[in-house]
């Protein structure tokens, strides 16, 4: 008997995923109601299963935040189910004619949306990722193969063995939907070196495991999610729209990667806004890393290092410094931004379009929240994650940024001259 | 003083894609007509240079094909300014507003095309790659890192050199368009691992430079070129089309990569097609590598093996076998397909809609020559490469594959409740 490998997994995957290109959108939305029914229907083994990983992770020592992450109860498998369902309800990306002209030779060119073919995933500690990757890359006409770390292990077999067997039941392979979790690190690098058998591979977790992704692989990846984001306020900006805009930025969910990490306040504005800010965020229980002028104008400010304005605290913290120029903001964001989001709060046109025109981010905003950086916010019904990257997708990624495109032409003979 | 490292180049122009994002149309056209207008008047430089780089590979022993694209004689060079002159007058894409709403709070969003910013460039002895690959870049607001190997190291640094003066002249820093061929392998290193320096990276030349720039890249890569190109004929094949398509696909331009390698004939037409075909690319001079069915066909068939298959010839040799199926060819380029082109012959619609739904390639064509994939063709006025990934660009690329996205938001202090 031939031992298993990754790789053999890989190969079903790439394999399953030519029947599930030519699904129908109906097919497909079929396949995944039976998956949002298999995890209603199975919640009490996921909650078991999900209740050794959470067992084990306290054992382990692992931080209450993550174990929050990783929890499942009655609520949240629902909730999947359910987020399956939306899923289900997207339109439907593959085959969309984006395109096409007929050559002056007759050649009728047309350009279609189509699958990847492989979506790869490497995450870490979130269960409901395993599910969302499974149903996004599935509603997209793409086989998955998933590796979701050892923190959410007995979970994350338990919602694959789930969905594949509804898989099944739905008259379509179960290779669609692989995990590689059983292979440890073997499986994660069998993941990156996929060549011809991953067409992406998307990491979604730490900035640490962003980086060992998008440095090991020889696939193609999508980096998401690391955000040192930066809010600006302006000479000119408005008291209410500074304070709520900060406040909202940096409170509302902080531990997600569009919260605020650092407010530049130009130096004319600082007396004005920075008790301002500062009471606001005191009172909402953030503690202040500043510069000396911050410190001067607000009580309880920890000293800034260099270091804080390279930090993503993902927490109730955050870094104010006092800047001459607008010109100086720039430079910092360009310095220590992580290219996800900044805005700036101005009623000055030329600052404005400035900033617009010279930030080298996804998403660059004019008074408005940096937690507006959301695919549900944008419109696009589910979020694949937010890239940060240049090449394919930029900012949040909705289902069409997990198809490719094709080139068919139709002729009558025609040769080239 | 300090000696210059590959990553100071790559650290300016980083600072001068900051600059050239923000140039006009009509500023970035001046410049290109500037960079024409000095290659015409530096032609005898440039040929001089070039001679010695000709010399040296005959001295080293390098095959004729390839001195014949190190060659830069007076029409070609000619030839380059004219072509930059067309990339002058090309559409720019940067500011091109693909798409925006109102979220339902008011804020406004726009999603534009924005330059990538680096564009790097890893190419062997084609030093008309070095003028083509800056000139599309700034273009599209892109500064340009250029590698263009050994072969061709003196005629490059004359290019570079020409085309930064006549970028000085027009006011635009010098430092948009850059060389680090004089730091030999540790230059392409550097470009390969640029991370947060080179947006995106190209690799142009042969399967093993290409597949050297994908493995051991840190920084984005798009994979262009490679092409082991098919042509199915199915029983329906009309003779001409047949004999026309095949013909024109081998031997119109045999070195590229759009050019047809081999031609799978369904076993009911390999009696009638087989013959024809195979007397016309005889008469052409093209070498034909057959399975036995072809042997006893065609005279003079070089026994194909399994290597055949898998051979990109780039020249006149073909090799073509006999399948008992359109599954069965289907499956042959499933296997040996670099998802570049195939085509098939056929006047079966059933045929013609699984071929084009099934092959997973670039671009997929019925009754139609291979040699169709190509920028120019395609009507994209000029050409970057052809993208055989499924990432970012896929087939023929033009100038907006050289560009990426951000998006805008307009708001009024809106916040997320």
Known sequence: MTVETPQHRLSRAKEASRATARLTSDEKAKALEAIAHALEA????????????????????????????????????????????????????????????????????????????VVGAIYEARPN?????????LRSGNASVLRGGSAARESNTVLVQVMRDALTNAGITAEAIQTVDDFGRDGAKALMQGRGFVDVLIPRGSARLIETVVTESTVPVIETGAGNVHI???????DEWARDIVVNAKVQRPSVCNAVETVLVLRAAAPRLIPLIGAALKSEGVAIHGDDVVAGLVTEV???????????YLGLEIAIKVVDTLDEALAHIREYSTGHTESIVTTDSRSAERFLAEVDSAVVMVNA????????EFGFGAEVGISTQKLHARGPMGLSELTSTKWLARGSGQTRG
Do not use: C, Y
Not at 66 to 84: K, P, Q
Not at 302 to 312: M, V
């Open 232 to 238: 600006v306020l302006d000479e000119s900006a408005p």
């Open 129 to 137: 990722v395993t599910v969302d990757i499974a149903a996004l890359a």
């Open 42 to 117: 199975k919640a009490a083994d996921i909650i078991e299963a999900n209740t050794r990983d959470v067992e084990r992770g306290r054992a382990d020592g692992i931080g209450e935040s993550l174990i929050d992450r990783l929890r499942l109860d009655e609520r949240r498998v629902a909730a999947l189910a359910s987020s399956v369902r939306e899923v289900a309800a997207l339109a439907d990306p593959v085959g969309q004619v984006l395109g096409g002209h007929r050559m002056p030779n007759g050649v009728a060119l047309e350009q279609v949306r189509v699958p990847f073919g």
């Open 369 to 376: 929240s940096t937690r507006f950086t959301d695919g549900a």
């Open 302 to 312: 920890i000293p800034a290092t260099e270091e804080d304005w390279a930090t993503e």
